[in-house]
């Protein structure tokens, strides 16, 4: 086996190889130092850890907003924390995640941390973004949500195949690759014209091609939220989920109502809510800031009946 | 199993791992387990016909030579023939001929209430019916000595870096390889990770980042095009098309070189080519044999005078464009194609086969000829034959620079101009793996940029590799 390792690495190849591999780490730790300074989300989920400590604190109440960016634009924090004087309120809202990233999330920076005890946490969704069918962003959850021990329950974690478990160890080990997204439309925003409007148009097309016929054939499931409303119950959290209003309609599946109905969680469906019209949708999704004063008050009101009831 | 995906690398380096602490026979033994693995992980209900053709050509071959009467080894050779052509024929055929019939019934004032086939074509068919089938033709012809052992023929015909897209390996070549013990020679983990690593740069940043653009360009209707979208978008696919099938090829010639096994080049640098004919001599090299050794020269080649020898070209590439599927689309490329090389040979091709001097007058002819294959890719990707000539229509009109011609030009720029021009330069070297005499250096910035490149650009989402379909 030497010999053939010997013959597999000659001398000449086996310093080209040992180069680029110093030259690839190189740029990986390089950007590790620096990557919060890519993008404000990057910034954000570097963030995270702290903000979670801060809020929440065992001696005092506090709220824990998470979601991605339709709660970002669609709840103001400062309005809830006026309405619920006495509590503290984190708002936790990364880019393009869901129900695999919060769980990773809530598990290490929650219900994992002794430190860190939230009174309530509130998860913004539409469609089936909760659901078991939801598909897991594996590169995303290994390279900044998830752990290595995740990976002995890659199921409950989201990752379905071969593909993902390799996707989710290489984004662990190389950042470069984790954040391949991020560095591609960094230099491709600058280098080519029209570069958001035609990958956005393509992103689209290839999301309607692929979504529709699992959508018609998938029966929701939400066993995976049930576990992490259980996990955070423990921890003496109750679990509120927010059905946020986006100008397509939707139906919220009835597993998760059911899960609402036999007290596994809260449910607020604010998909229609009074006074919120098209003109406050920057797109089709997320509202403008009118939208979210609009929204964030509405939860408000919401949310201070069900703390109250529940006290 | 494809070779772009991560399922695919740790097979390979379990394979690996295990490959060289074994002797010959465990060699042999792992490689054909390995092979139906990647096989069956696709399907594993079509094993049973890569079973079967790999049985019927083994007992063939084993009987040609054993059987003296030329009546009976004529027929043994036609069970092989006809047992591949009929898989062949069903799977990737059946439905087509079936639904031309019915069209040909309707335009005939018919109403043909014939049987829909939804037959799903097994991955790779084309590929291993066409080598299984050559190993008998070889055999029968007295080219090629017969397979030592039914072992040896399975991997033969099953070998996984190429069973499912090429190259079609003869068995003088291949066979002879498979059961002589082997070793790895000073060189070859090198030769093997050059051609890795360009054949993932192909496949994965070239190809796969070049097919929103295609999708997109021949999803929408020619009338909605503008002239240089309808360019791009061919340019698109060109290289796209170029980039998947000879990545495939350069992975699979890197990975069995790391086993020890040597695999023909399939493609040498395509788009230099200055004539039809040498473009043929650079492009699916493997298949463009194939279709010489197996149907044109049978067919009479060029020795039957001009007139036949037009002929034989035109029925030759008609069948080639068969071959890539069952689709009047690729019957009109082949066609395109017999065309260029009879009207070459009529212009008179050998001022294009004598080497140049002058480095303009080449670029010109080359560019001249890429343009002309581009008019065939246009056929080659178009949805119907009439979507087909609306395009080409389009290329006539509307210049104008819109902002998906920008879009789509830029990235076009962005991912192929590096590689033509390190193909350029491979070209002008004639020597295909010219890199490796390079300075360690070079090597590491040439690595490096290919190694970085696959990092941070691949697409959005995974592509399959085009030619499995075929």
Same mark, same amino acid.
């Given at each position: 086996m030497r010999t053939t390792l010997g013959t597999l690495l000659g001398s000449t190849e086996a310093r080209v190889v040992l180069a680029v591999l110093a030259l690839i780490a190189l740029v990986d730790v390089t950007l590790r130092l620096t990557d919060s300074r890519l993008s404000g989300n990057l910034a954000h989920v570097e963030a995270i850890p702290v903000i979670v400590a801060d809020v929440g604190r065992p001696e005092r109440q506090s709220l824990l907003v998470l979601g991605n960016s339709l709660t970002n634009n669609g709840v103001a924090p400062e309005l809830l924390s006026a309405r619920l004087a006495s509590v503290a309120v984190a708002k936790v809202t990364p880019d393009a995640t869901g129900l695999w990233d919060w769980q990773c999330l809530l598990d290490h920076q929650v219900i994992g941390r002794d430190q860190v005890q939230f009174d309530t946490v509130v998860i913004g969704f539409a469609w089936h973004l909760l659901s078991d069918q939801s598909r897991a962003d594996a590169s995303r959850l290994g390279a900044l949500y998830c752990q290595w021990g995740d990976l002995g329950r890659a199921g409950a974690i989201g990752l379905q195949n071969s593909g993902d478990l390799g996707e989710f160890v290489s984004a662990k080990v190389l950042r470069t690759y984790a954040l391949r997204d991020t560095l591609r439309n960094r230099l491709f925003q600058i280098a080519v014209p029209h570069y958001i409007q035609f990958t956005q148009a393509t992103n689209a097309a290839r999301a309607g091609v692929t979504d529709e016929p699992a959508a018609q054939l998938a029966q929701y499931t939400y066993r995976t939220l049930a576990g992490l409303a259980e996990r955070l119950k423990g921890k003496g959290t109750r679990v509120i989920v927010v059905a946020m209003p986006v100008q397509q309609e939707y139906e919220i599946d009835a597993q998760l109502r059911s899960l609402h109905e036999h007290g596994a969680l809260e449910l607020i469906d604010l998909r229609k809510v009074a006074g919120l019209e098209a003109a406050h949708f920057l797109d089709g999704m997320h509202l403008n800031s009118t939208g979210q004063q609009i929204l964030s008050r509405v939860l408000a009101e919401d949310l201070a009946t069900e703390l109250l009831s529940a006290r | 199993m494809i070779f772009n995906s991560f399922v695919f690398w740790a097979f390979f380096a379990t394979v690996l791992l295990l490959y060289w602490r074994l002797p010959l026979l465990g060699q042999n033994r792992l490689l054909l387990v390995a092979s139906y693995v990647f096989y069956g992980y696709w399907d594993w209900r079509y094993l049973g016909l890569l079973g079967a053709s790999t049985l019927v050509d083994y007992y063939v071959g084993y009987y040609l030579v054993r059987i003296d009467e030329q009546r009976k080894r004529k027929l043994l050779l036609t069970l092989s023939i006809v047992t591949n052509l009929s898989f062949l024929g069903f799977f990737k055929y059946c439905g087509f001929f079936v639904d031309s019939f019915a069209e040909l019934l309707r335009a005939l004032g018919f109403e043909p209430h014939l049987p829909v086939l939804q037959i799903v074509l097994p991955v790779g068919i084309s590929f291993y019916t066409f080598q299984s089938m050559a190993y008998t033709i070889d055999v029968y012809r007295g080219v090629t000595k017969p397979a030592t052992s039914l072992f040896n023929f399975a991997l033969f015909v099953a070998?996984? +870096?190429? !069973?499912?897209?090429? +190259?079609?390996?003869r068995s003088n070549e291949l066979l002879p390889q498979l059961e002589n013990p082997r070793r790895l020679r000073p060189g070859d983990f090198a030769e093997g990770l050059y051609h890795i690593l360009l054949g993932l740069f192909k496949k994965v940043i070239v190809a796969d980042n070049l097919a929103p653009i295609v999708n997109r360009v021949f999803d929408t209707p020619a009338a909605e095009l503008t002239g240089t979208e309808v360019l791009i978008g061919v340019y698109a696919f060109a290289f796209q098309i170029y980039c998947d099938f000879s990545g495939y090829s350069s992975i699979a010639q890197g990975v069995s070189k790391w086993l020890g096994i040597d695999l023909s080049y399939n493609f040498r640098m395509p788009y230099f080519s200055r004539s039809p004919s040498e473009f043929w001599n650079r492009w699916h090299i493997s298949l463009s044999q194939w279709l010489r050794d197996y149907l044109y020269i049978p067919l009479g080649g060029n020795r039957r005078g001009p007139g036949r020898t037009y002929v034989n070209l035109m029925l030759t590439m008609l069948l080639g464009g068969l071959w890539h599927g069952a689709n009047w689309t690729f019957v009109a490329w082949g066609a395109w194609q017999g065309l260029l090389l009879v009207a070459y040979r009529l212009a008179g091709t050998e001022t294009f086969e004598k080497p140049a001097t002058n480095v303009m007058v080449v670029v010109l002819q080359a560019v001249a000829m890429f343009h002309l294959v581009c008019i065939g890719w246009i056929f080659f990707r178009a949805e119907s034959i009439g979507q087909a000539f609306a395009m080409i229509g389009a !290329?006539?009109?509307?210049?104008e620079i819109t902002d998906f011609a920008l879009y789509a030009g830029t990235l076009l720029v962005f991912f192929v101009t590096p590689l033509l021009a390190y193909e350029w330069y491979v070209f002008r070297r004639r020597d295909m793996t010219v890199v490796l005499s390079r300075p360690a250096w070079q090597r590491v910035t040439l690595y490096g940029y290919l190694a970085g490149m696959v990092v941070v650009f691949p697409p959005l989402t995974q592509q399959v590799f085009i030619y499995f379909q075929f």
């Amino acid at each position: 086996m030497r010999t053939t390792l010997g013959t597999l690495l000659g001398s000449t190849e086996a310093r080209v190889v040992l180069a680029v591999l110093a030259l690839i780490a190189l740029v990986d730790v390089t950007l590790r130092l620096t990557d919060s300074r890519l993008s404000g989300n990057l910034a954000h989920v570097e963030a995270i850890p702290v903000i979670v400590a801060d809020v929440g604190r065992p001696e005092r109440q506090s709220l824990l907003v998470l979601g991605n960016s339709l709660t970002n634009n669609g709840v103001a924090p400062e309005l809830l924390s006026a309405r619920l004087a006495s509590v503290a309120v984190a708002k936790v809202t990364p880019d393009a995640t869901g129900l695999w990233d919060w769980q990773c999330l809530l598990d290490h920076q929650v219900i994992g941390r002794d430190q860190v005890q939230f009174d309530t946490v509130v998860i913004g969704f539409a469609w089936h973004l909760l659901s078991d069918q939801s598909r897991a962003d594996a590169s995303r959850l290994g390279a900044l949500y998830c752990q290595w021990g995740d990976l002995g329950r890659a199921g409950a974690i989201g990752l379905q195949n071969s593909g993902d478990l390799g996707e989710f160890v290489s984004a662990k080990v190389l950042r470069t690759y984790a954040l391949r997204d991020t560095l591609r439309n960094r230099l491709f925003q600058i280098a080519v014209p029209h570069y958001i409007q035609f990958t956005q148009a393509t992103n689209a097309a290839r999301a309607g091609v692929t979504d529709e016929p699992a959508a018609q054939l998938a029966q929701y499931t939400y066993r995976t939220l049930a576990g992490l409303a259980e996990r955070l119950k423990g921890k003496g959290t109750r679990v509120i989920v927010v059905a946020m209003p986006v100008q397509q309609e939707y139906e919220i599946d009835a597993q998760l109502r059911s899960l609402h109905e036999h007290g596994a969680l809260e449910l607020i469906d604010l998909r229609k809510v009074a006074g919120l019209e098209a003109a406050h949708f920057l797109d089709g999704m997320h509202l403008n800031s009118t939208g979210q004063q609009i929204l964030s008050r509405v939860l408000a009101e919401d949310l201070a009946t069900e703390l109250l009831s529940a006290r | 199993m494809i070779f772009n995906s991560f399922v695919f690398w740790a097979f390979f380096a379990t394979v690996l791992l295990l490959y060289w602490r074994l002797p010959l026979l465990g060699q042999n033994r792992l490689l054909l387990v390995a092979s139906y693995v990647f096989y069956g992980y696709w399907d594993w209900r079509y094993l049973g016909l890569l079973g079967a053709s790999t049985l019927v050509d083994y007992y063939v071959g084993y009987y040609l030579v054993r059987i003296d009467e030329q009546r009976k080894r004529k027929l043994l050779l036609t069970l092989s023939i006809v047992t591949n052509l009929s898989f062949l024929g069903f799977f990737k055929y059946c439905g087509f001929f079936v639904d031309s019939f019915a069209e040909l019934l309707r335009a005939l004032g018919f109403e043909p209430h014939l049987p829909v086939l939804q037959i799903v074509l097994p991955v790779g068919i084309s590929f291993y019916t066409f080598q299984s089938m050559a190993y008998t033709i070889d055999v029968y012809r007295g080219v090629t000595k017969p397979a030592t052992s039914l072992f040896n023929f399975a991997l033969f015909v099953a070998y996984f +870096p190429q !069973l499912v897209a090429g +190259p079609i390996e003869r068995s003088n070549e291949l066979l002879p390889q498979l059961e002589n013990p082997r070793r790895l020679r000073p060189g070859d983990f090198a030769e093997g990770l050059y051609h890795i690593l360009l054949g993932l740069f192909k496949k994965v940043i070239v190809a796969d980042n070049l097919a929103p653009i295609v999708n997109r360009v021949f999803d929408t209707p020619a009338a909605e095009l503008t002239g240089t979208e309808v360019l791009i978008g061919v340019y698109a696919f060109a290289f796209q098309i170029y980039c998947d099938f000879s990545g495939y090829s350069s992975i699979a010639q890197g990975v069995s070189k790391w086993l020890g096994i040597d695999l023909s080049y399939n493609f040498r640098m395509p788009y230099f080519s200055r004539s039809p004919s040498e473009f043929w001599n650079r492009w699916h090299i493997s298949l463009s044999q194939w279709l010489r050794d197996y149907l044109y020269i049978p067919l009479g080649g060029n020795r039957r005078g001009p007139g036949r020898t037009y002929v034989n070209l035109m029925l030759t590439m008609l069948l080639g464009g068969l071959w890539h599927g069952a689709n009047w689309t690729f019957v009109a490329w082949g066609a395109w194609q017999g065309l260029l090389l009879v009207a070459y040979r009529l212009a008179g091709t050998e001022t294009f086969e004598k080497p140049a001097t002058n480095v303009m007058v080449v670029v010109l002819q080359a560019v001249a000829m890429f343009h002309l294959v581009c008019i065939g890719w246009i056929f080659f990707r178009a949805e119907s034959i009439g979507q087909a000539f609306a395009m080409i229509g389009a !290329l006539g009109h509307g210049f104008e620079i819109t902002d998906f011609a920008l879009y789509a030009g830029t990235l076009l720029v962005f991912f192929v101009t590096p590689l033509l021009a390190y193909e350029w330069y491979v070209f002008r070297r004639r020597d295909m793996t010219v890199v490796l005499s390079r300075p360690a250096w070079q090597r590491v910035t040439l690595y490096g940029y290919l190694a970085g490149m696959v990092v941070v650009f691949p697409p959005l989402t995974q592509q399959v590799f085009i030619y499995f379909q075929f």
